[in-house]
T-cell receptor, first 116, second 111 residues
Framework: NAGVMQNPRHLVRRRGQEARLRCSPMKGHSHVYWYRQLPEEGLKFMVYLQKENIIDESGMPKERFSAEFPKEGPSILRIQQVVRGDSAAYFC??????????????FGEGSWLTVV | KNEVEQSPQNLTAQEGEFITINCSYSVGISALHWLQQHPGGGIVSLFM???GKKKHGRLIATINIQEKHSSLHITASHPRDSAVYIC?????????????FGKGTHLIIQP
């Protein structure tokens, strides 16, 4: 049973370009979370999705950032017109039930975005 | 005030020492997670606790819900235990929010 798969592991983008980060949850998991880890800071919640639905996006910047989890295929975190401050590690996590409340969450290995 | 406070922020110890990392929080929770992150690497979930104590190999995690405090212990520490250890809270009430994390404890075990 493969774990949470994220790709790309490392991504370099120039300012103004778009970044797309993908996350395939563990088999059988329909709950996906995205977290951001800025340099020298802790993990911060961004968005919680179930299949085809955004449940909670309270941690996601209002502009330039969007997330989806389609019926088929991976969850995608999309950052438009990237700026240097978007440089961070982006972690995806999945769980079989509603998140964190008594259920183990499985993390991917992260996607490191560098904006130059 | 942060909802989750970890201490110490940094810890350097000698191989073989008994290690304790603390996590205090100020909100009601349904579960507490301990995570491990190696330098430049991914995150591994070590424990999920809602009460009492759990043990896995040389790692022990305890939680006191009344005191809003959890500890992660490492017995017979080894250089490969060097990592950042992160405490994460799942809020009570079954909310849809993701976990809220502490800033992590940077542990270095010297041979």
């Amino acid at each position: 049973n493969a774990g949470v798969m994220q790709n790309p592991r490392h991504l370099v983008r120039r300012r103004g370009q778009e970044a797309r980060l993908r996350c395939s949850p563990m088999k059988g998991h329909s709950h996906v979370y995205w977290y951001r880890q800025l340099p020298e800071e802790g993990l911060k919640f961004m968005v919680y999705l179930q299949k085809e639905n955004i449940i909670d996006e309270s941690g996601m910047p209002k502009e330039r950032f969007s997330a989806e989890f389609p019926k088929e295929g991976p969850s995608i975190l999309r950052i438009q017109q990237v700026v240097r401050g978007d440089s961070a590690a982006y972690f995806c996590a999945s769980s079989p039930y509603a998140g964190g409340n008594g259920n183990t969450i499985y993390f991917g290995e992260g996607s490191w975005l560098t904006v130059v | 005030k942060n909802e989750v406070e970890q201490s110490p922020q940094n810890l350097t110890a000698q191989e073989g020492e008994f290690i304790t990392i603390n996590c205090s929080y100020s909100v009601g929770i349904s579960a507490l997670h301990w995570l491990q992150q190696h330098p430049g690497g991914g995150i591994v979930s070590l424990f999920m606790l809602s009460s009492g104590k759990k043990k896995h190999g040389r790692l022990i995690a305890t939680i006191n819900i009344q005191e809003k405090h959890s500890s992660l212990h490492i017995t017979a520490s080894h250089p490969r235990d060097s990592a950042v250890y992160i405490c994460g809270l799942a809020r009570a009430g079954g909310g849809a929010d993701g976990l809220t994390f502490g800033k992590g404890t940077h542990l270095i075990i010297q041979p």
